[in-house]
């Protein structure tokens, strides 16, 4: 089955600070998404995004689905930042309709 | 638009007890998908339902089944609860499985 890494697995930053989390991929996908879990456990939508560029505000994403990888940038970190982000993969094509989450990256944002 | 709603939020068993979770999707949206999340294991999938049918399963053991209803609310249960069952159960609803929207998650644990 499909592998997903995410990295790094840990980030700490100071308010204000710009950082980029990666999302590598071992097959082609057709739906990815990137999310922000909440300390109570929520997975907040931040970007649904298989191929091509978003942007919402200070987050960005750009996904390069022939090279199997995806970016999260976040630009002028805030503390309400912190949290643990996922990105999840998934393949439709074959008829299947089910995610694969990497295991995410931890951020921690300080004031 | 109401977002997907889980009940309950949390809930304590004992081994051995069985229990049932519900998922109600967003108003229009026919698929919902199943996922357990442990510090140890992740995110994992467990099934995902369209229109009343399971369309595909994770790898989990029989103890865990699930069914939809014709308003596309959904259920999940696990019978011959074991302390390794103790997880956030995420449920999730899409259109037709692509980008999903979680619920707040029901948060069991097992004694």
Redesign the interface.
Same mark, same amino acid.
Request: no cysteine; glycine share 20%.
């Given at each position: 089955g499909i592998q997903v890494e995410q990295s790094p697995p840990d980030l700490i930053l100071q308010e204000g600070a710009n950082s980029t989390l990666r999302c590598n991929f071992s097959d082609s996908v057709n739906n990815l998404q990137w999310f922000h879990q909440n300390p109570w456990g929520q997975l907040i939508n931040l970007f649904y995004i298989p191929s091509g560029t978003k942007q919402n505000g200070r987050l960005s994403a750009t996904t390069v689905a022939t090279e199997r990888y995806s970016l999260l940038y976040i630009s002028s970190s805030q503390t309400t930042d912190s949290g643990v982000y996922f990105c999840a993969v998934g393949d439709s094509t074959s008829g299947t309709y089910k995610y694969i989450f990497g295991t995410g990256t931890r951020l921690k944002v300080l004031a | 638009k109401a977002g997907v709603t889980q009940t309950p939020r949390y809930l304590i068993k004992t081994r051995g007890q069985q229990v049932t979770l519900s998922c109600s999707p967003i108003s229009g949206h026919r $698929?919902v $998908?199943w996922?357990q &999340?442990t510090p140890g294991q @992740?995110? &994992?999938?467990l099934f995902?339902y369209?229109s009343e049918t399971q369309?595909?399963k @994770?790898n989990f053991p029989g103890r865990f089944s699930g069914r939809q209803f014709s308003n596309s609310r959904s259920e999940m249960n696990v019978s011959t609860l074991e302390l390794g069952d103790s997880a956030?159960y995420?449920c999730?609803s899409s259109l037709s @499985?692509?980008? &999903?929207?979680? @619920?707040?998650?029901t948060?069991l644990t097992v004694l």
């Open positions: - | $698929s $998908s996922y &999340q @992740g995110l &994992q999938f995902e369209f369309r595909n @994770g956030l995420l999730a @499985g692509s980008e &999903q929207f979680f @619920g707040p998650g948060r």
